[in-house]
């Protein structure tokens, strides 16, 4: 199956004999065949045709819009998959002691992972984090006894701090941070997780949709207007695992230079460059390819992808049954 990750200002998307036919301002084209179309990400200004439109929606391929500094705009998708048996029930189970247990296994599985990124890269540079992974320990063990959601949102709170702490020391001395920020993103670290959270984010609310369920009803994020909660539920267990350590290996291993990035006085902030931002998507994509044995319900290899996809499976189980202990996060080693 194809991704398609359109980045070009002035790019038209459109629909050529039974193909995705991107033209460039610069006189090139890109062709890839609609059937083996799986999603298409733009960023920035380019357009797609009425034509194209039309097409994905019948076959329900899922279209993204993001700003050229990885904002998440928003998505054209087919209501094809709506299941509204399914989502009364995932409302009703809202306020139940089901999200309280699924938070609980999505946030120690979170602390878990992101022990183990520090630890791999805490090897590898011959630099100490035992301070930050002794209070991720901490907060891990913390969790056992939670009786709330918002004491659980404490603790992946305290981890998150110590984690980013971590990363930190680890990363090369040119692409120190202070801490994570957001919208907008001040330095080269943090441009580049933002950006990759916006696609995993993506990734996930595509799976979502199309089992069905409806990805603003979360379970442990609380209601937030605009904002699909149970992607954010669901991408808690994948963000070390998939984004920061890919991050972590582009930097260090010297793929991303300082040339990479950009301080934009107009949208004030730290971005990728055009050539950035596509050598770091080709990067990510190379990670969701890759084929692992984490998941502990199977005994065979499979991508990362499809690892998430099978993880919404695990979960729409979960919802049907009302019993949380059914979802296994993800657990790297």
């Not at 998708?77 to 296994?105: V, W």
């Amino acid at each position: 199956m194809s991704l398609l990750f359109v980045n070009e200002n002035k790019a038209t998307i459109g629909i050529e004999a039974n193909r995705c036919v991107v033209k460039y301002a610069d006189g090139m084209r890109k062709m890839v065949p609609i059937e083996t179309m799986e999603s298409i990400t733009i960023m920035g200004h380019a357009q797609m045709t009425t034509q194209c439109v039309q097409e994905c929606l019948k076959r329900g391929i899922p279209v993204a819009y993001f700003s050229k500094g990885g904002t998440y705009f928003g998505r054209l998708q087919s209501t094809g998959h709506i299941s509204a048996e399914r989502q009364r029930k995932q409302c009703i189970l809202y306020e139940s002691q089901f999200a309280t247990d699924l938070a609980k296994n999505i946030i120690s599985a979170k602390l878990k992972n992101q022990q183990v990124v520090l630890r791999r890269y805490e090897k590898s540079k011959g630099i100490s984090v035992d301070e930050q992974l002794k209070m991720l320990h901490i907060c891990r063990d913390k969790t056992t006894r939670c009786q709330t959601i918002a004491e659980l949102i404490g603790y992946e709170g305290q981890g998150a701090k110590a984690y980013f702490e971590g990363l930190s020391r680890l990363i090369d001395t040119d692409f120190k941070f202070h801490g994570r920020n957001k919208q907008p993103p001040r330095d080269e670290f943090n441009s580049m997780i933002s950006l990759g959270y916006s696609v995993l984010m993506n990734e996930l609310y595509a799976k979502i949709e199309t089992k069905g369920l409806n990805p603003y009803f979360g379970f442990m994020h609380r209601d937030k207007e605009k904002h699909p909660t149970l992607a954010s539920d669901m991408m808690e267990e994948w963000r070390a695992v998939i984004v920061d350590s890919t991050v972590m290996s582009m930097i260090n291993g010297h793929e991303m230079h300082k040339e990479d990035f950009v301080i934009d006085l107009e949208e004030p902030g730290c971005y990728l460059t055009r050539n950035g931002i596509k050598k770091y998507l080709s990067k990510l994509e190379g990670k969701l390819q890759t084929e692992v044995r984490y998941l502990n319900y199977i005994d065979y290899a499979v991508s990362f992808r499809r690892g998430i996809a099978l993880q919404i499976n695990t979960l729409v189980r979960a919802i049907e049954e009302e019993d949380a202990s059914l979802y296994k996060p993800i657990e790297i080693r």
